[in-house]
């Protein structure tokens, strides 16, 4: 074993052997199933059996939920720690983002009025055997748009089957309907599992609006696709699985390289800081003549760190939904689910163009344009309605300074409520990422209001606020982003095994007896086990 294996595993025994301590001393506890999912529980609640209520009574069933569920996190969150989940990471950055989504749907919405989903209708039987057969992609009817599309492996139609649907051989038609809150049993949970599980909303009513998406029409009218949307959707199903293939098996090997890559360095650990000097002898000799170079290497790398473990995650969305799911279902996936899981569309690309974006927008284009959008609906729903409730222009200097400080002040919460509870062996700095994020905001304000002044000085040439943009961007984040690098490598977050099969460290790289990392725990370390908390409520299935 060699000395940076050494230390790596060093880290990990030293770490699971404080929150061992901390367990037996009463310090802390693991997550405990179920107790700790009851606000998970209070939104289906109110989501599901409020709007059944009367309104009054609906109203003050939805605020009880609300504060239930924020009393039981401020009462559960200083005491919950587990090393799994990045290290605790994810009990607060789970915990913050389901708060505001409680607060958005139950609170700022009503669930059973304000949403409506886009979902797949089969056809009538009547309707299909009076339909055009399948020349083209689509045709429209009087409730929707008629789609047919060829589900993955579906059973071949016999010749009955074509002559009562009017369809082509492996094609079956449906539409796309809008539907509110459903009252049949199993279809309200489809609807409301959605509801609450998507980031985007990308087949709701309140979605964030994409270039290439279903233009939500005026109630009553069916759904329309954008031109672009519908030569999209035209044969490219195949083509969106086979690539969320490719990227998904992509990105888990770079996955799988960085984490090998950063074990290796004691600043990823959580020990050092990130000028402290490398353990790479190529980087400590570049350092000598490049000042700063390892200071550049490690929030490079941290970045490239983020970005790929989050496409890794974001492409099992296409894999799973797109790809697997109707692969296993075949025919019976819209008895399943009525989301329309077979449409292109709802898998809109996640990154935008990174250089080009920094070049043209600054640093506004860097977090509304290249950064990925998975959580701007719950960040930006609450300053919208604060501007519409306050009777403000959106577009006015105090609206646009009203959402840019909500928006990042949710976000900086989020990330400051995760590193909050994080089990490291020298805590967090739950303030840092909140500055970081507050920050941008300023430094957007900033630029905007410096290009404005510019602008009336005299016309520019492109290239010229190309490059100043960019010079900003570089500038602004080589001070602000070691305040969120630096408390990702505090937390520990980097010790979390993402991948289950390490071909890098199979191979000899970094851990080299570690084919399978999952499974390689410290002496006293587990996923899962009994917690015995003393009371019933306080006794459940541990994540350690």
């Not at 607060?92 to 409680?102: K, N, P, Q, R, S």
């Not at 222009?393 to 900086?412: D, E, K, M």
Request: aromatic content about 14%; charged content about 15%; glycine content about 8%.
């Amino acid at each position: 074993m060699n000395t940076r294996d050494s230390l790596y595993r060093r880290v990990l025994q030293d770490r699971q052997d404080l929150f061992n301590r901390a367990l037996a001393d009463g310090i802390y506890t693991p997550f405990i199933y179920p107790w700790d999912t009851l606000p998970v529980v209070f939104l289906i609640l109110g989501v599901t059996v409020a709007p059944r209520l009367p309104s009054l009574l609906g109203r003050i069933s939805r605020y009880t939920l609300t504060l239930s569920s924020l009393w039981y996190l401020l009462i559960r969150w200083p005491y919950v720690r587990t090393v799994g989940l990045t290290a605790g990471y994810g009990i607060g950055l789970a915990g913050f983002w389901g708060l505001i989504m409680t607060v958005i749907l139950l609170i700022l919405h009503d669930p059973g009025k304000d949403f409506r989903r886009i979902e797949v209708r089969r056809t009538k039987k009547e309707r299909r055997a009076s339909a055009p057969s399948a020349n083209g992609p689509e045709s429209q009817s009087q409730n929707g748009l008629v789609r047919k599309r060829a589900l993955p492996d579906l059973r071949e139609a016999s010749k009955e089957d074509e002559a009562v649907t009017g369809t082509a051989h492996g094609l079956q038609a449906y539409e796309l309907v809008w539907q509110e809150q459903p009252r049949e049993f199993f279809h309200l949970l489809d609807w409301s599992a959605d509801l609450m599980t998507t980031f985007r909303g990308i087949n709701w009513n309140t979605r964030v609006p994409i270039k290439t998406y279903v233009v939500p029409p005026p109630e009553g009218h069916p759904p329309r696709l954008s031109a672009e949307a519908q030569r999209l959707n035209e044969g490219a199903l195949q083509r969106l699985q086979r690539s969320s293939i490719r990227n998904f098996l992509c990105y888990y090997v770079l996955t799988d390289f960085l984490k090998t890559l950063m074990m290796t360095d004691s600043y990823w650990l959580g020990l050092t800081a990130i000028d402290a000097p490398t353990p790479w002898p190529w980087l400590a000799r570049l350092n000598q003549v490049v000042p700063y170079a390892t200071k550049f290497c490690r929030l490079g790398i941290s970045m490239a760190a983020v970005v790929t473990a989050l496409t890794l995650i974001f492409s099992l969305n296409p894999l799973f939904f797109g790809t697997i799911l109707p692969y296993l279902l075949d025919d019976k996936l819209y008895v399943i689910t009525k989301s329309p899981l077979l449409e292109v569309w709802m898998y809109p690309p996640q990154w935008g163009n990174m250089f080009m974006t920094l070049c043209n927008k600054g640093l506004a284009g860097m977090w509304s344009t290249w950064w990925h959008q998975m959580f701007r609906y719950g960040i930006s729903e609450p300053a919208k309605l604060l501007t519409q409730r306050l009777n403000i222009s959106p577009r006015s200097q105090l609206g646009r300074a009203i959402q840019l400080f909500v928006a990042f002040g949710l976000t900086a919460s989020i990330h400051a409520a995760a590193s909050s509870t994080t089990f490291s062996i020298i805590p967090g700095r739950p303030w840092h990422p909140f500055i970081f994020f507050i920050s941008q905001a300023v430094g957007i304000m900033v630029q905007t209001e410096v290009a404005r002044r510019l602008n009336k000085i005299g016309e520019f040439p492109k290239i010229a606020r190309q490059a100043g943009n960019f010079l900003f961007v570089f500038v602004f984040l080589w001070y602000t982003g070691p305040y969120l690098s630096d408390d990702f490598a505090r937390c520990q977050i980097w010790l979390f095994e993402p991948v289950p099969i390490s071909i890098f460290r199979g191979l000899g790289f970094g851990s080299a007896d570690c084919w399978f990392p999952w499974y390689q725990f410290p002496e006293g370390g587990r996923w899962l086990g009994w917690w015995n908390g003393g009371r019933w409520y306080n006794s459940g299935i541990g994540m350690f």
